[in-house]
């Protein structure tokens, strides 16, 4: 393991969010329950990060995370959210959710209006597609973790 907690793999059933309709804005995020995230290392800190994802026995996609408290939306509790970069037919509310981080984007941050807030995370996005190519990060989606026995 490096010294941030990377890669760092997590597994748990998606829970209703926050409701805020990250989904209208074509940016729907699956949240993991309060237990995935009490159970990440303190080295992982708060922040945007990609990787790899697994809806119960699915295909691996790409994914983005965040990570933290969002200090746009000044929550007082921590999640972890992600978004797949895949498009799906239907909501998988209650699926084992199952995720390699990989590596990190960028902290936190604010923004002053939604419309910043979106144009960050699509070039989170963006970085995500290109960085996930390299060799040695696809070699994550083809983990033990992501085996189909759930
Ligand atoms: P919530 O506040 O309940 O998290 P969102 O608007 O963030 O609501 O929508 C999240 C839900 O959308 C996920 O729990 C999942 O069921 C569904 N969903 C559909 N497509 C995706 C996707 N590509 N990535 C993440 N979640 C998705
Ligand atoms: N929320 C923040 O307050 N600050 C951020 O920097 C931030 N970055 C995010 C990056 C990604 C890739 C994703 C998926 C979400 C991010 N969020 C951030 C969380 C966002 O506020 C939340 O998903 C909202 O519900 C979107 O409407
Ligand atoms: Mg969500």
Known sequence: MNQN????????????????????????????????????????ETGVYFGWAQVDNGPVHKMVMSIGWNPFYKNTKKSMETHVLHEFQEDF??????????????????????????????????VAEEELEKIEL?????????????
Do not use: C, W
């Not at 696809?138 to 759930?150: E, L, V």
């Open 93 to 126: 509310y209650g699926a084992t959710l199952k995720v390699f981080i990989v590596g990190r984007i960028r902290p936190e941050m604010n923004f002053s209006s939604v419309d910043e807030l979106i144009a960050m995370i699509k070039n989170d996005i963006a």
């Open 5 to 44: 907690g990377l890669p760092h793999f997590a597994s748990g059933k998606v829970v209703k969010g926050f409701g805020r309709g990250s989904k209208e804005l074509g940016i729907p995020t699956a949240n993991f329950d309060e237990e995935v995230v009490n159970r990440l290392p303190e080295s992982v």
């Open 138 to 150: 696809q070699a994550y989606r083809n983990s033990p973790q992501f085996s189909s026995d759930g």
